[in-house]
């Protein structure tokens, strides 16, 4: 399965690196899938407003028969079939049935509407464009959502690597009590306290493993690959990041960041359908044109006519205009709150990275020195209870220590990373290349 999901030339025996994650996820993901359909759709709307340009042009094959007198009277002049004795009065009031087949093609060209169909084009373009950036920004999201459930994984295999470790070194202190009791240097109790410390280790690894199948559950889900199974990751080892100041970051958010460009291209196309609904009092200057052959039978011979002309047509009670327009104005209103408070929450979200990026480098420090110190501890602690100097509680007491200390280590490494993935997120420069600097 794992061999069928992955890129072309990657084996199963090959560690799945975060760039292939990623690459599997923004061909395959649904989000991705959507945001594209959505920019399609807003491609055709925009061929869609540009056909009020073109010229309407419409072909009819009409088949009648009647006998109403201004439809006899009508049909025989089209076919041009009118006699001196169709104007006796019984013909007029009372004629016989008359059948016709009329070919048609007519026409319909707008030469003015006050430019109504411009703005509206506008607009169009306007929201492809926002649909576009859209679709960018959820290209970013999915690389983000990747990076995060690959560091998730990661995470979770040191923590069953260090749970582990610590049911290894629980085992091995309760083999040590059991001799000492045995030898009459440690008491019953001792025993009993490494028992409860192998069974507390225990369920941890057991815990830890589940955890790590969740996050296995997670990186499928955010791969878009359902049936993706447990495999080797490549490891993201700590590495320090360039640095940066806020307002350099928040320059380069609002320069990037493709979500709010949406919104301000969201924006700009409720601005032009607001002035489309504002154009549409103006007058509107259309061309038109007919030409038809009317004939007796469908076969046979007839005559034709064509009619050409222009019109100029005036709204003089706009009362569906008026109200199109006020709602115009308010869905205008509605798209710059929204531009605005998006706005705000972005500085936000970029002065949220910076915080933590700052944060989890100070912790990742201070995480390196506590993890060597509490490795020692417990080195002495074990030598002086070996040597009856130091008590069962206080050896118990120190291992508790050193196991958050390998767990704070390693949730300071990966914290670390994600903050700075994090900070590519909200500046908008999260891309797979920028994802691949992180590994």
Request: aromatic fraction near 6%; proline fraction near 3%; include cysteine.
């Amino acid at each position: 399965m794992i061999i069928c999901l992955l890129p072309a030339g990657i084996t199963a025996q090959e560690p799945l690196t975060l760039r292939q994650a990623i690459q599997l996820a923004l061909k395959q993901s649904p989000d991705t899938d959507a945001a594209r359909s959505t920019a399609e759709e807003a491609k055709a709307g925009v061929t869609l407003a540009r056909t009020q340009y073109l010229p309407q042009v419409n072909f009819t094959e009409d088949m009648s028969r009647g006998d109403d007198p201004v439809y006899v009277f009508g049909t025989r002049l089209r076919q041009h079939r009118f006699t001196q004795a169709d104007f006796a009065l019984d013909a007029l009031n009372d004629p016989d049935p008359i059948g016709n087949f009329a070919t048609r093609i007519s026409g319909e060209w707008l030469l003015f509407d006050s430019l109504r169909t411009q703005k509206s084009v506008h607009s169009a373009d306007f929201m492809h464009r926002s649909a576009a950036s859209s679709a960018k920004a959820t290209d970013q999201k999915v690389v983000f959502d990747v990076v995060q459930a690959y560091q998730g994984v990661l995470y979770a295999e040191r923590q069953v690597d260090v749970a582990q470790h610590e049911l290894e070194t629980a085992e091995a202190l309760l083999s040590s009590v059991d001799d000492h009791v045995k030898a009459g240097l440690a008491v019953e109790s001792d025993r009993m306290s490494s028992q409860v410390n192998v069974a507390a280790r225990r369920q941890s690894l057991i815990g830890a493993q589940g955890d790590l199948d969740l996050a296995w559950a997670q990186l499928s889900l955010a791969m878009g690959a359902p049936g993706l199974k447990a495999s080797r990751l490549q490891p993201i080892e700590p590495k320090s990041f360039p640095k940066s100041e806020f307002e350099e970051e928040l320059q380069t958010a609002i320069e990037n960041r493709q979500d709010l460009a949406a919104l301000g291209e969201a924006q700009s196309a409720q601005g032009a359908a607001e002035s489309a609904a504002r154009l549409s009092f103006g007058p509107r200057v259309s061309a038109y044109g007919n030409w038809e052959d009317d004939r007796q039978t469908l076969g046979g011979a007839g005559a034709n006519n064509w009619v050409a002309g222009v019109q100029i047509s005036v709204d003089v009670l706009p009362i569906g205009k008026r109200a199109q327009l006020a709602k115009e104005k308010a869905a205008k209103s509605l798209a710059d709150a929204h531009l605005n408070a998006y706005q705000q929450q972005v500085r936000l979200q970029v002065r949220q990275a910076h915080i933590q990026r700052r944060t989890t480098e100070l912790s990742l420090e201070t995480a390196r020195a506590a993890i060597d110190q509490a490795t020692e501890s417990l080195r002495i602690l074990k030598n002086r209870y070996e040597s009856g100097l130091a008590t069962i509680t206080d050896l118990l007491r120190a291992a508790d220590v050193e196991r958050e200390a390998q767990t704070n280590y390693w949730h300071a490494v990966y914290g670390h990373t994600m903050a700075y993935a994090q900070m590519l997120f909200a500046t908008g420069t999260l891309t797979p290349d920028a994802a691949e600097d992180l590994q």
